[in-house]
């Protein structure tokens, strides 16, 4: 007779295999949507991996992936690890996109321009993620719905101010905002995109935030309520502040890296479409593979800003829809998600 039975604490091996085992299901089943795609899928793998690792263009675009998805994925990360889970990290990033506009075209361009975008872009998008915190701790509203339905309401919040109010002076019926003086935008590596200052602070936050949470007392209190809020109330822990302080950190993250995107890279507000490339949903990806620990999204952020820059390379050399990448994403999450239920449980063999 064989069932399963739950094991609660598996082993570390036990559990790294059985991530590796999803990781290889995930590849195969993308595999085969290439396939009826009619394009081989070893040769859709290596002409990903060629061209994103092995051609200095092509690591420059990872790069610039990797940049938003750092930051918003270590916010993310301390967020489910408390058992907040923000699914709005998207408009998070718009609001704070449109923080860090407000500073760099309304007040006067000089050293403390760039400072002073992104704290601006650090409250906007932590106020943004503020409403759905306050209504989990003090209604216990679901903050999957809350956070969600916020990103629809900042993109066409954007979309406002691009066509309306903050529309460009400059611009023959575009939608966008007048350019940032240079004072407002980031250097760059050489001739490519990557804005550099905003890696040093995607870095410096996951490393902040893993102190945090290993090692002060604040971080041990994040811990408890993520493992077990009866127990956080039993204890005395002020969870609803908890998780107050939860979603303006999350929010802020993402703030941070909607001012990277239009100082580094746009130099101005534009259409919410344009502006993220989805980067708050696959920043999910990138805090689940980290596993609670802000410090591994320095790993994960590459290799999710690999896929990403793939799905272009994918749609100039194989002529194939860049949202196939979107379809890669799902997949290795949903194999992911999988995985970590399987490896809570083991099989037994007779009575």
Partial sequence: MIRLEQEPRPRRAKALG????????????????????????????????????????????????????????SGLTLAFRVGFFNIGAEGQLLMGAVGGTAVA??????????PLMFLAGAVAG???????AWLRSRVDVNEILTTLMLNAVASAFVLYLVSGPWRGEEVQGYTYTDSFPDAASLPVLGDTLVHWPTGVLGAVLALALQVLLTRTSLGYALRVVGASPRAARYA?????????????????????????????????????????????????????????????????????????????????????????????????????ISGEALARYRVRWGR
């Fill in 105 to 114: 075209l309304f007040l006067p361009p000089g050293a403390l321009s760039l």
């Fill in 18 to 73: 059985v991530y590796l085992g999803m990781g290889v299901i995930a590849f195969a089943l993308t595999g085969g949507v290439f396939a009826a795609y009619g394009v081989s899928p070893w040769e859709v793998y290596r002409a990903l991996l060629e061209g994103t690792l092995g051609e200095r263009q092509g690591l420059a675009e990872v790069l610039r992936r990797t940049l938003p998805l750092l930051l918003i994925g």
């Fill in 126 to 132: 932590g106020l943004w993620a503020l409403p759905a």
């Fill in 236 to 336: 005395g822990l002020p969870t609803g502040r908890v998780v107050l302080l939860t979603g303006l950190l999350s929010g802020g993250a993402a703030g941070l890296a909607g001012v990277g995107e239009v100082a580094g890279i746009h130099h101005r507000l534009l259409d919410p479409t344009q502006l993220s490339l989805g980067y708050g949903f696959t920043a999910i990806i990138v805090a689940w593979l980290a596993r609670g620990h802000p410090a591994l999204v320095l790993l994960t952020a590459p290799l999710m800003g690999v896929i990403l820059a793939g799905g272009d390379l994918l749609k100039i050399s194989f002529n194939m829809p860049f949202r196939v990448i979107d379809v890669f994403s799902g997949v290795l999450l949903l194999c992911l």
